[in-house]
């Protein structure tokens, strides 16, 4: 069955802090991986999207994410969070077959002043 | 450009009652289309997705059901409430391409069951 990890639930980090947040999946055949961001009180909006072509995505606010085939993971990261970053954070898995998305557990990041 | 709408909001329904969630997108024509819930301390769970007018596929077996009266509206119902069904529901919409492609969510329905 296809799944998404999130293993992190909450993260706590102090502002110019460096963030990884970690993202399994299961898949089989061609898989696509997305990031999604609720900030408090807004919708869940996106934040990468990876479908093919070079492993490192760059999406907005400054957050990358790496794909690595060989460890099925896209662990999302950023050099020096802010604490404008407080929100909680989706991984997400699809494959060609289809439209429908798998979503990982979410982590909750909050970012200290 | 293309807006997504859920009303209402907030919603607190008693065990029992029936449950009717609506959802509409505007400035696309024959999205795809999906509900999702998002209960307490968990992550999104795929309920329902739509590929056309009347084309409803279930991802998940529970008393809820969906329905697609028309191209752009995405309905989310159900005949008795239970309180399992607290949550937090989001519609969400892509454009039909045949492809996995970004779904574009709508600001979500609290639903709290009592």
């Known amino acids: 069955a296809q799944s998404v990890s999130q293993h992190n639930h909450h993260v706590i980090l102090s502002e110019a802090a460096s963030l990884e947040l970690g993202c399994n999946y299961s898949?089989?055949?061609?898989?696509?991986l997305f990031w999604y961001v609720q900030y408090p009180g807004q919708h869940l909006q996106l934040l990468l999207k990876?479908?093919?072509?070079?492993?490192l995505v760059k999406g907005i606010k400054g957050f990358e994410a790496e794909f690595i085939k060989s460890k099925f993971s896209f662990n999302l990261r950023k050099p020096s969070v802010q604490w404008s970053d407080t929100a909680e954070y989706f991984c997400?898995?699809?494959?060609?077959?289809?439209?429908?998305?798998?979503f990982g557990g979410g982590t909750r990041l909050m970012v200290k002043p | 450009s293309q807006t997504i709408h859920q009303w209402p909001a907030t919603l607190v329904q008693p065990v029992g009652s029936p449950l009717s969630l609506e959802c509409t997108v505007e400035?696309?024509?024959?999205?795809?289309l999906y509900w999702y819930r998002q209960a307490a301390g968990r992550g999104l769970q795929l309920l329902f997705y739509s590929v056309g007018i009347g084309q409803i596929s279930s991802e998940v077996p529970q008393n809820l059901s969906a329905s697609r009266p028309q191209d752009r509206q995405f309905i989310l119902s159900s005949k008795k409430l239970l309180l399992s069904d607290s949550g937090f529901y989001l519609c969400?919409?892509?454009?039909?391409?045949?492809?996995?492609?970004?779904?574009?969510f709508g600001p979500g329905t609290r639903l709290t069951v009592l």
């Open positions: 400035g696309t024509s024959n999205p795809n």
């Open positions: 990876y479908f093919s072509g070079d492993p």
């Open positions: 969400a919409w892509s454009v039909a391409s045949g492809r996995s492609d970004t779904q574009y």
């Open positions: 898949y089989g055949g061609t898989v696509n």
């Open positions: 997400a898995a699809s494959n060609n077959a289809g439209n429908m998305l798998t």
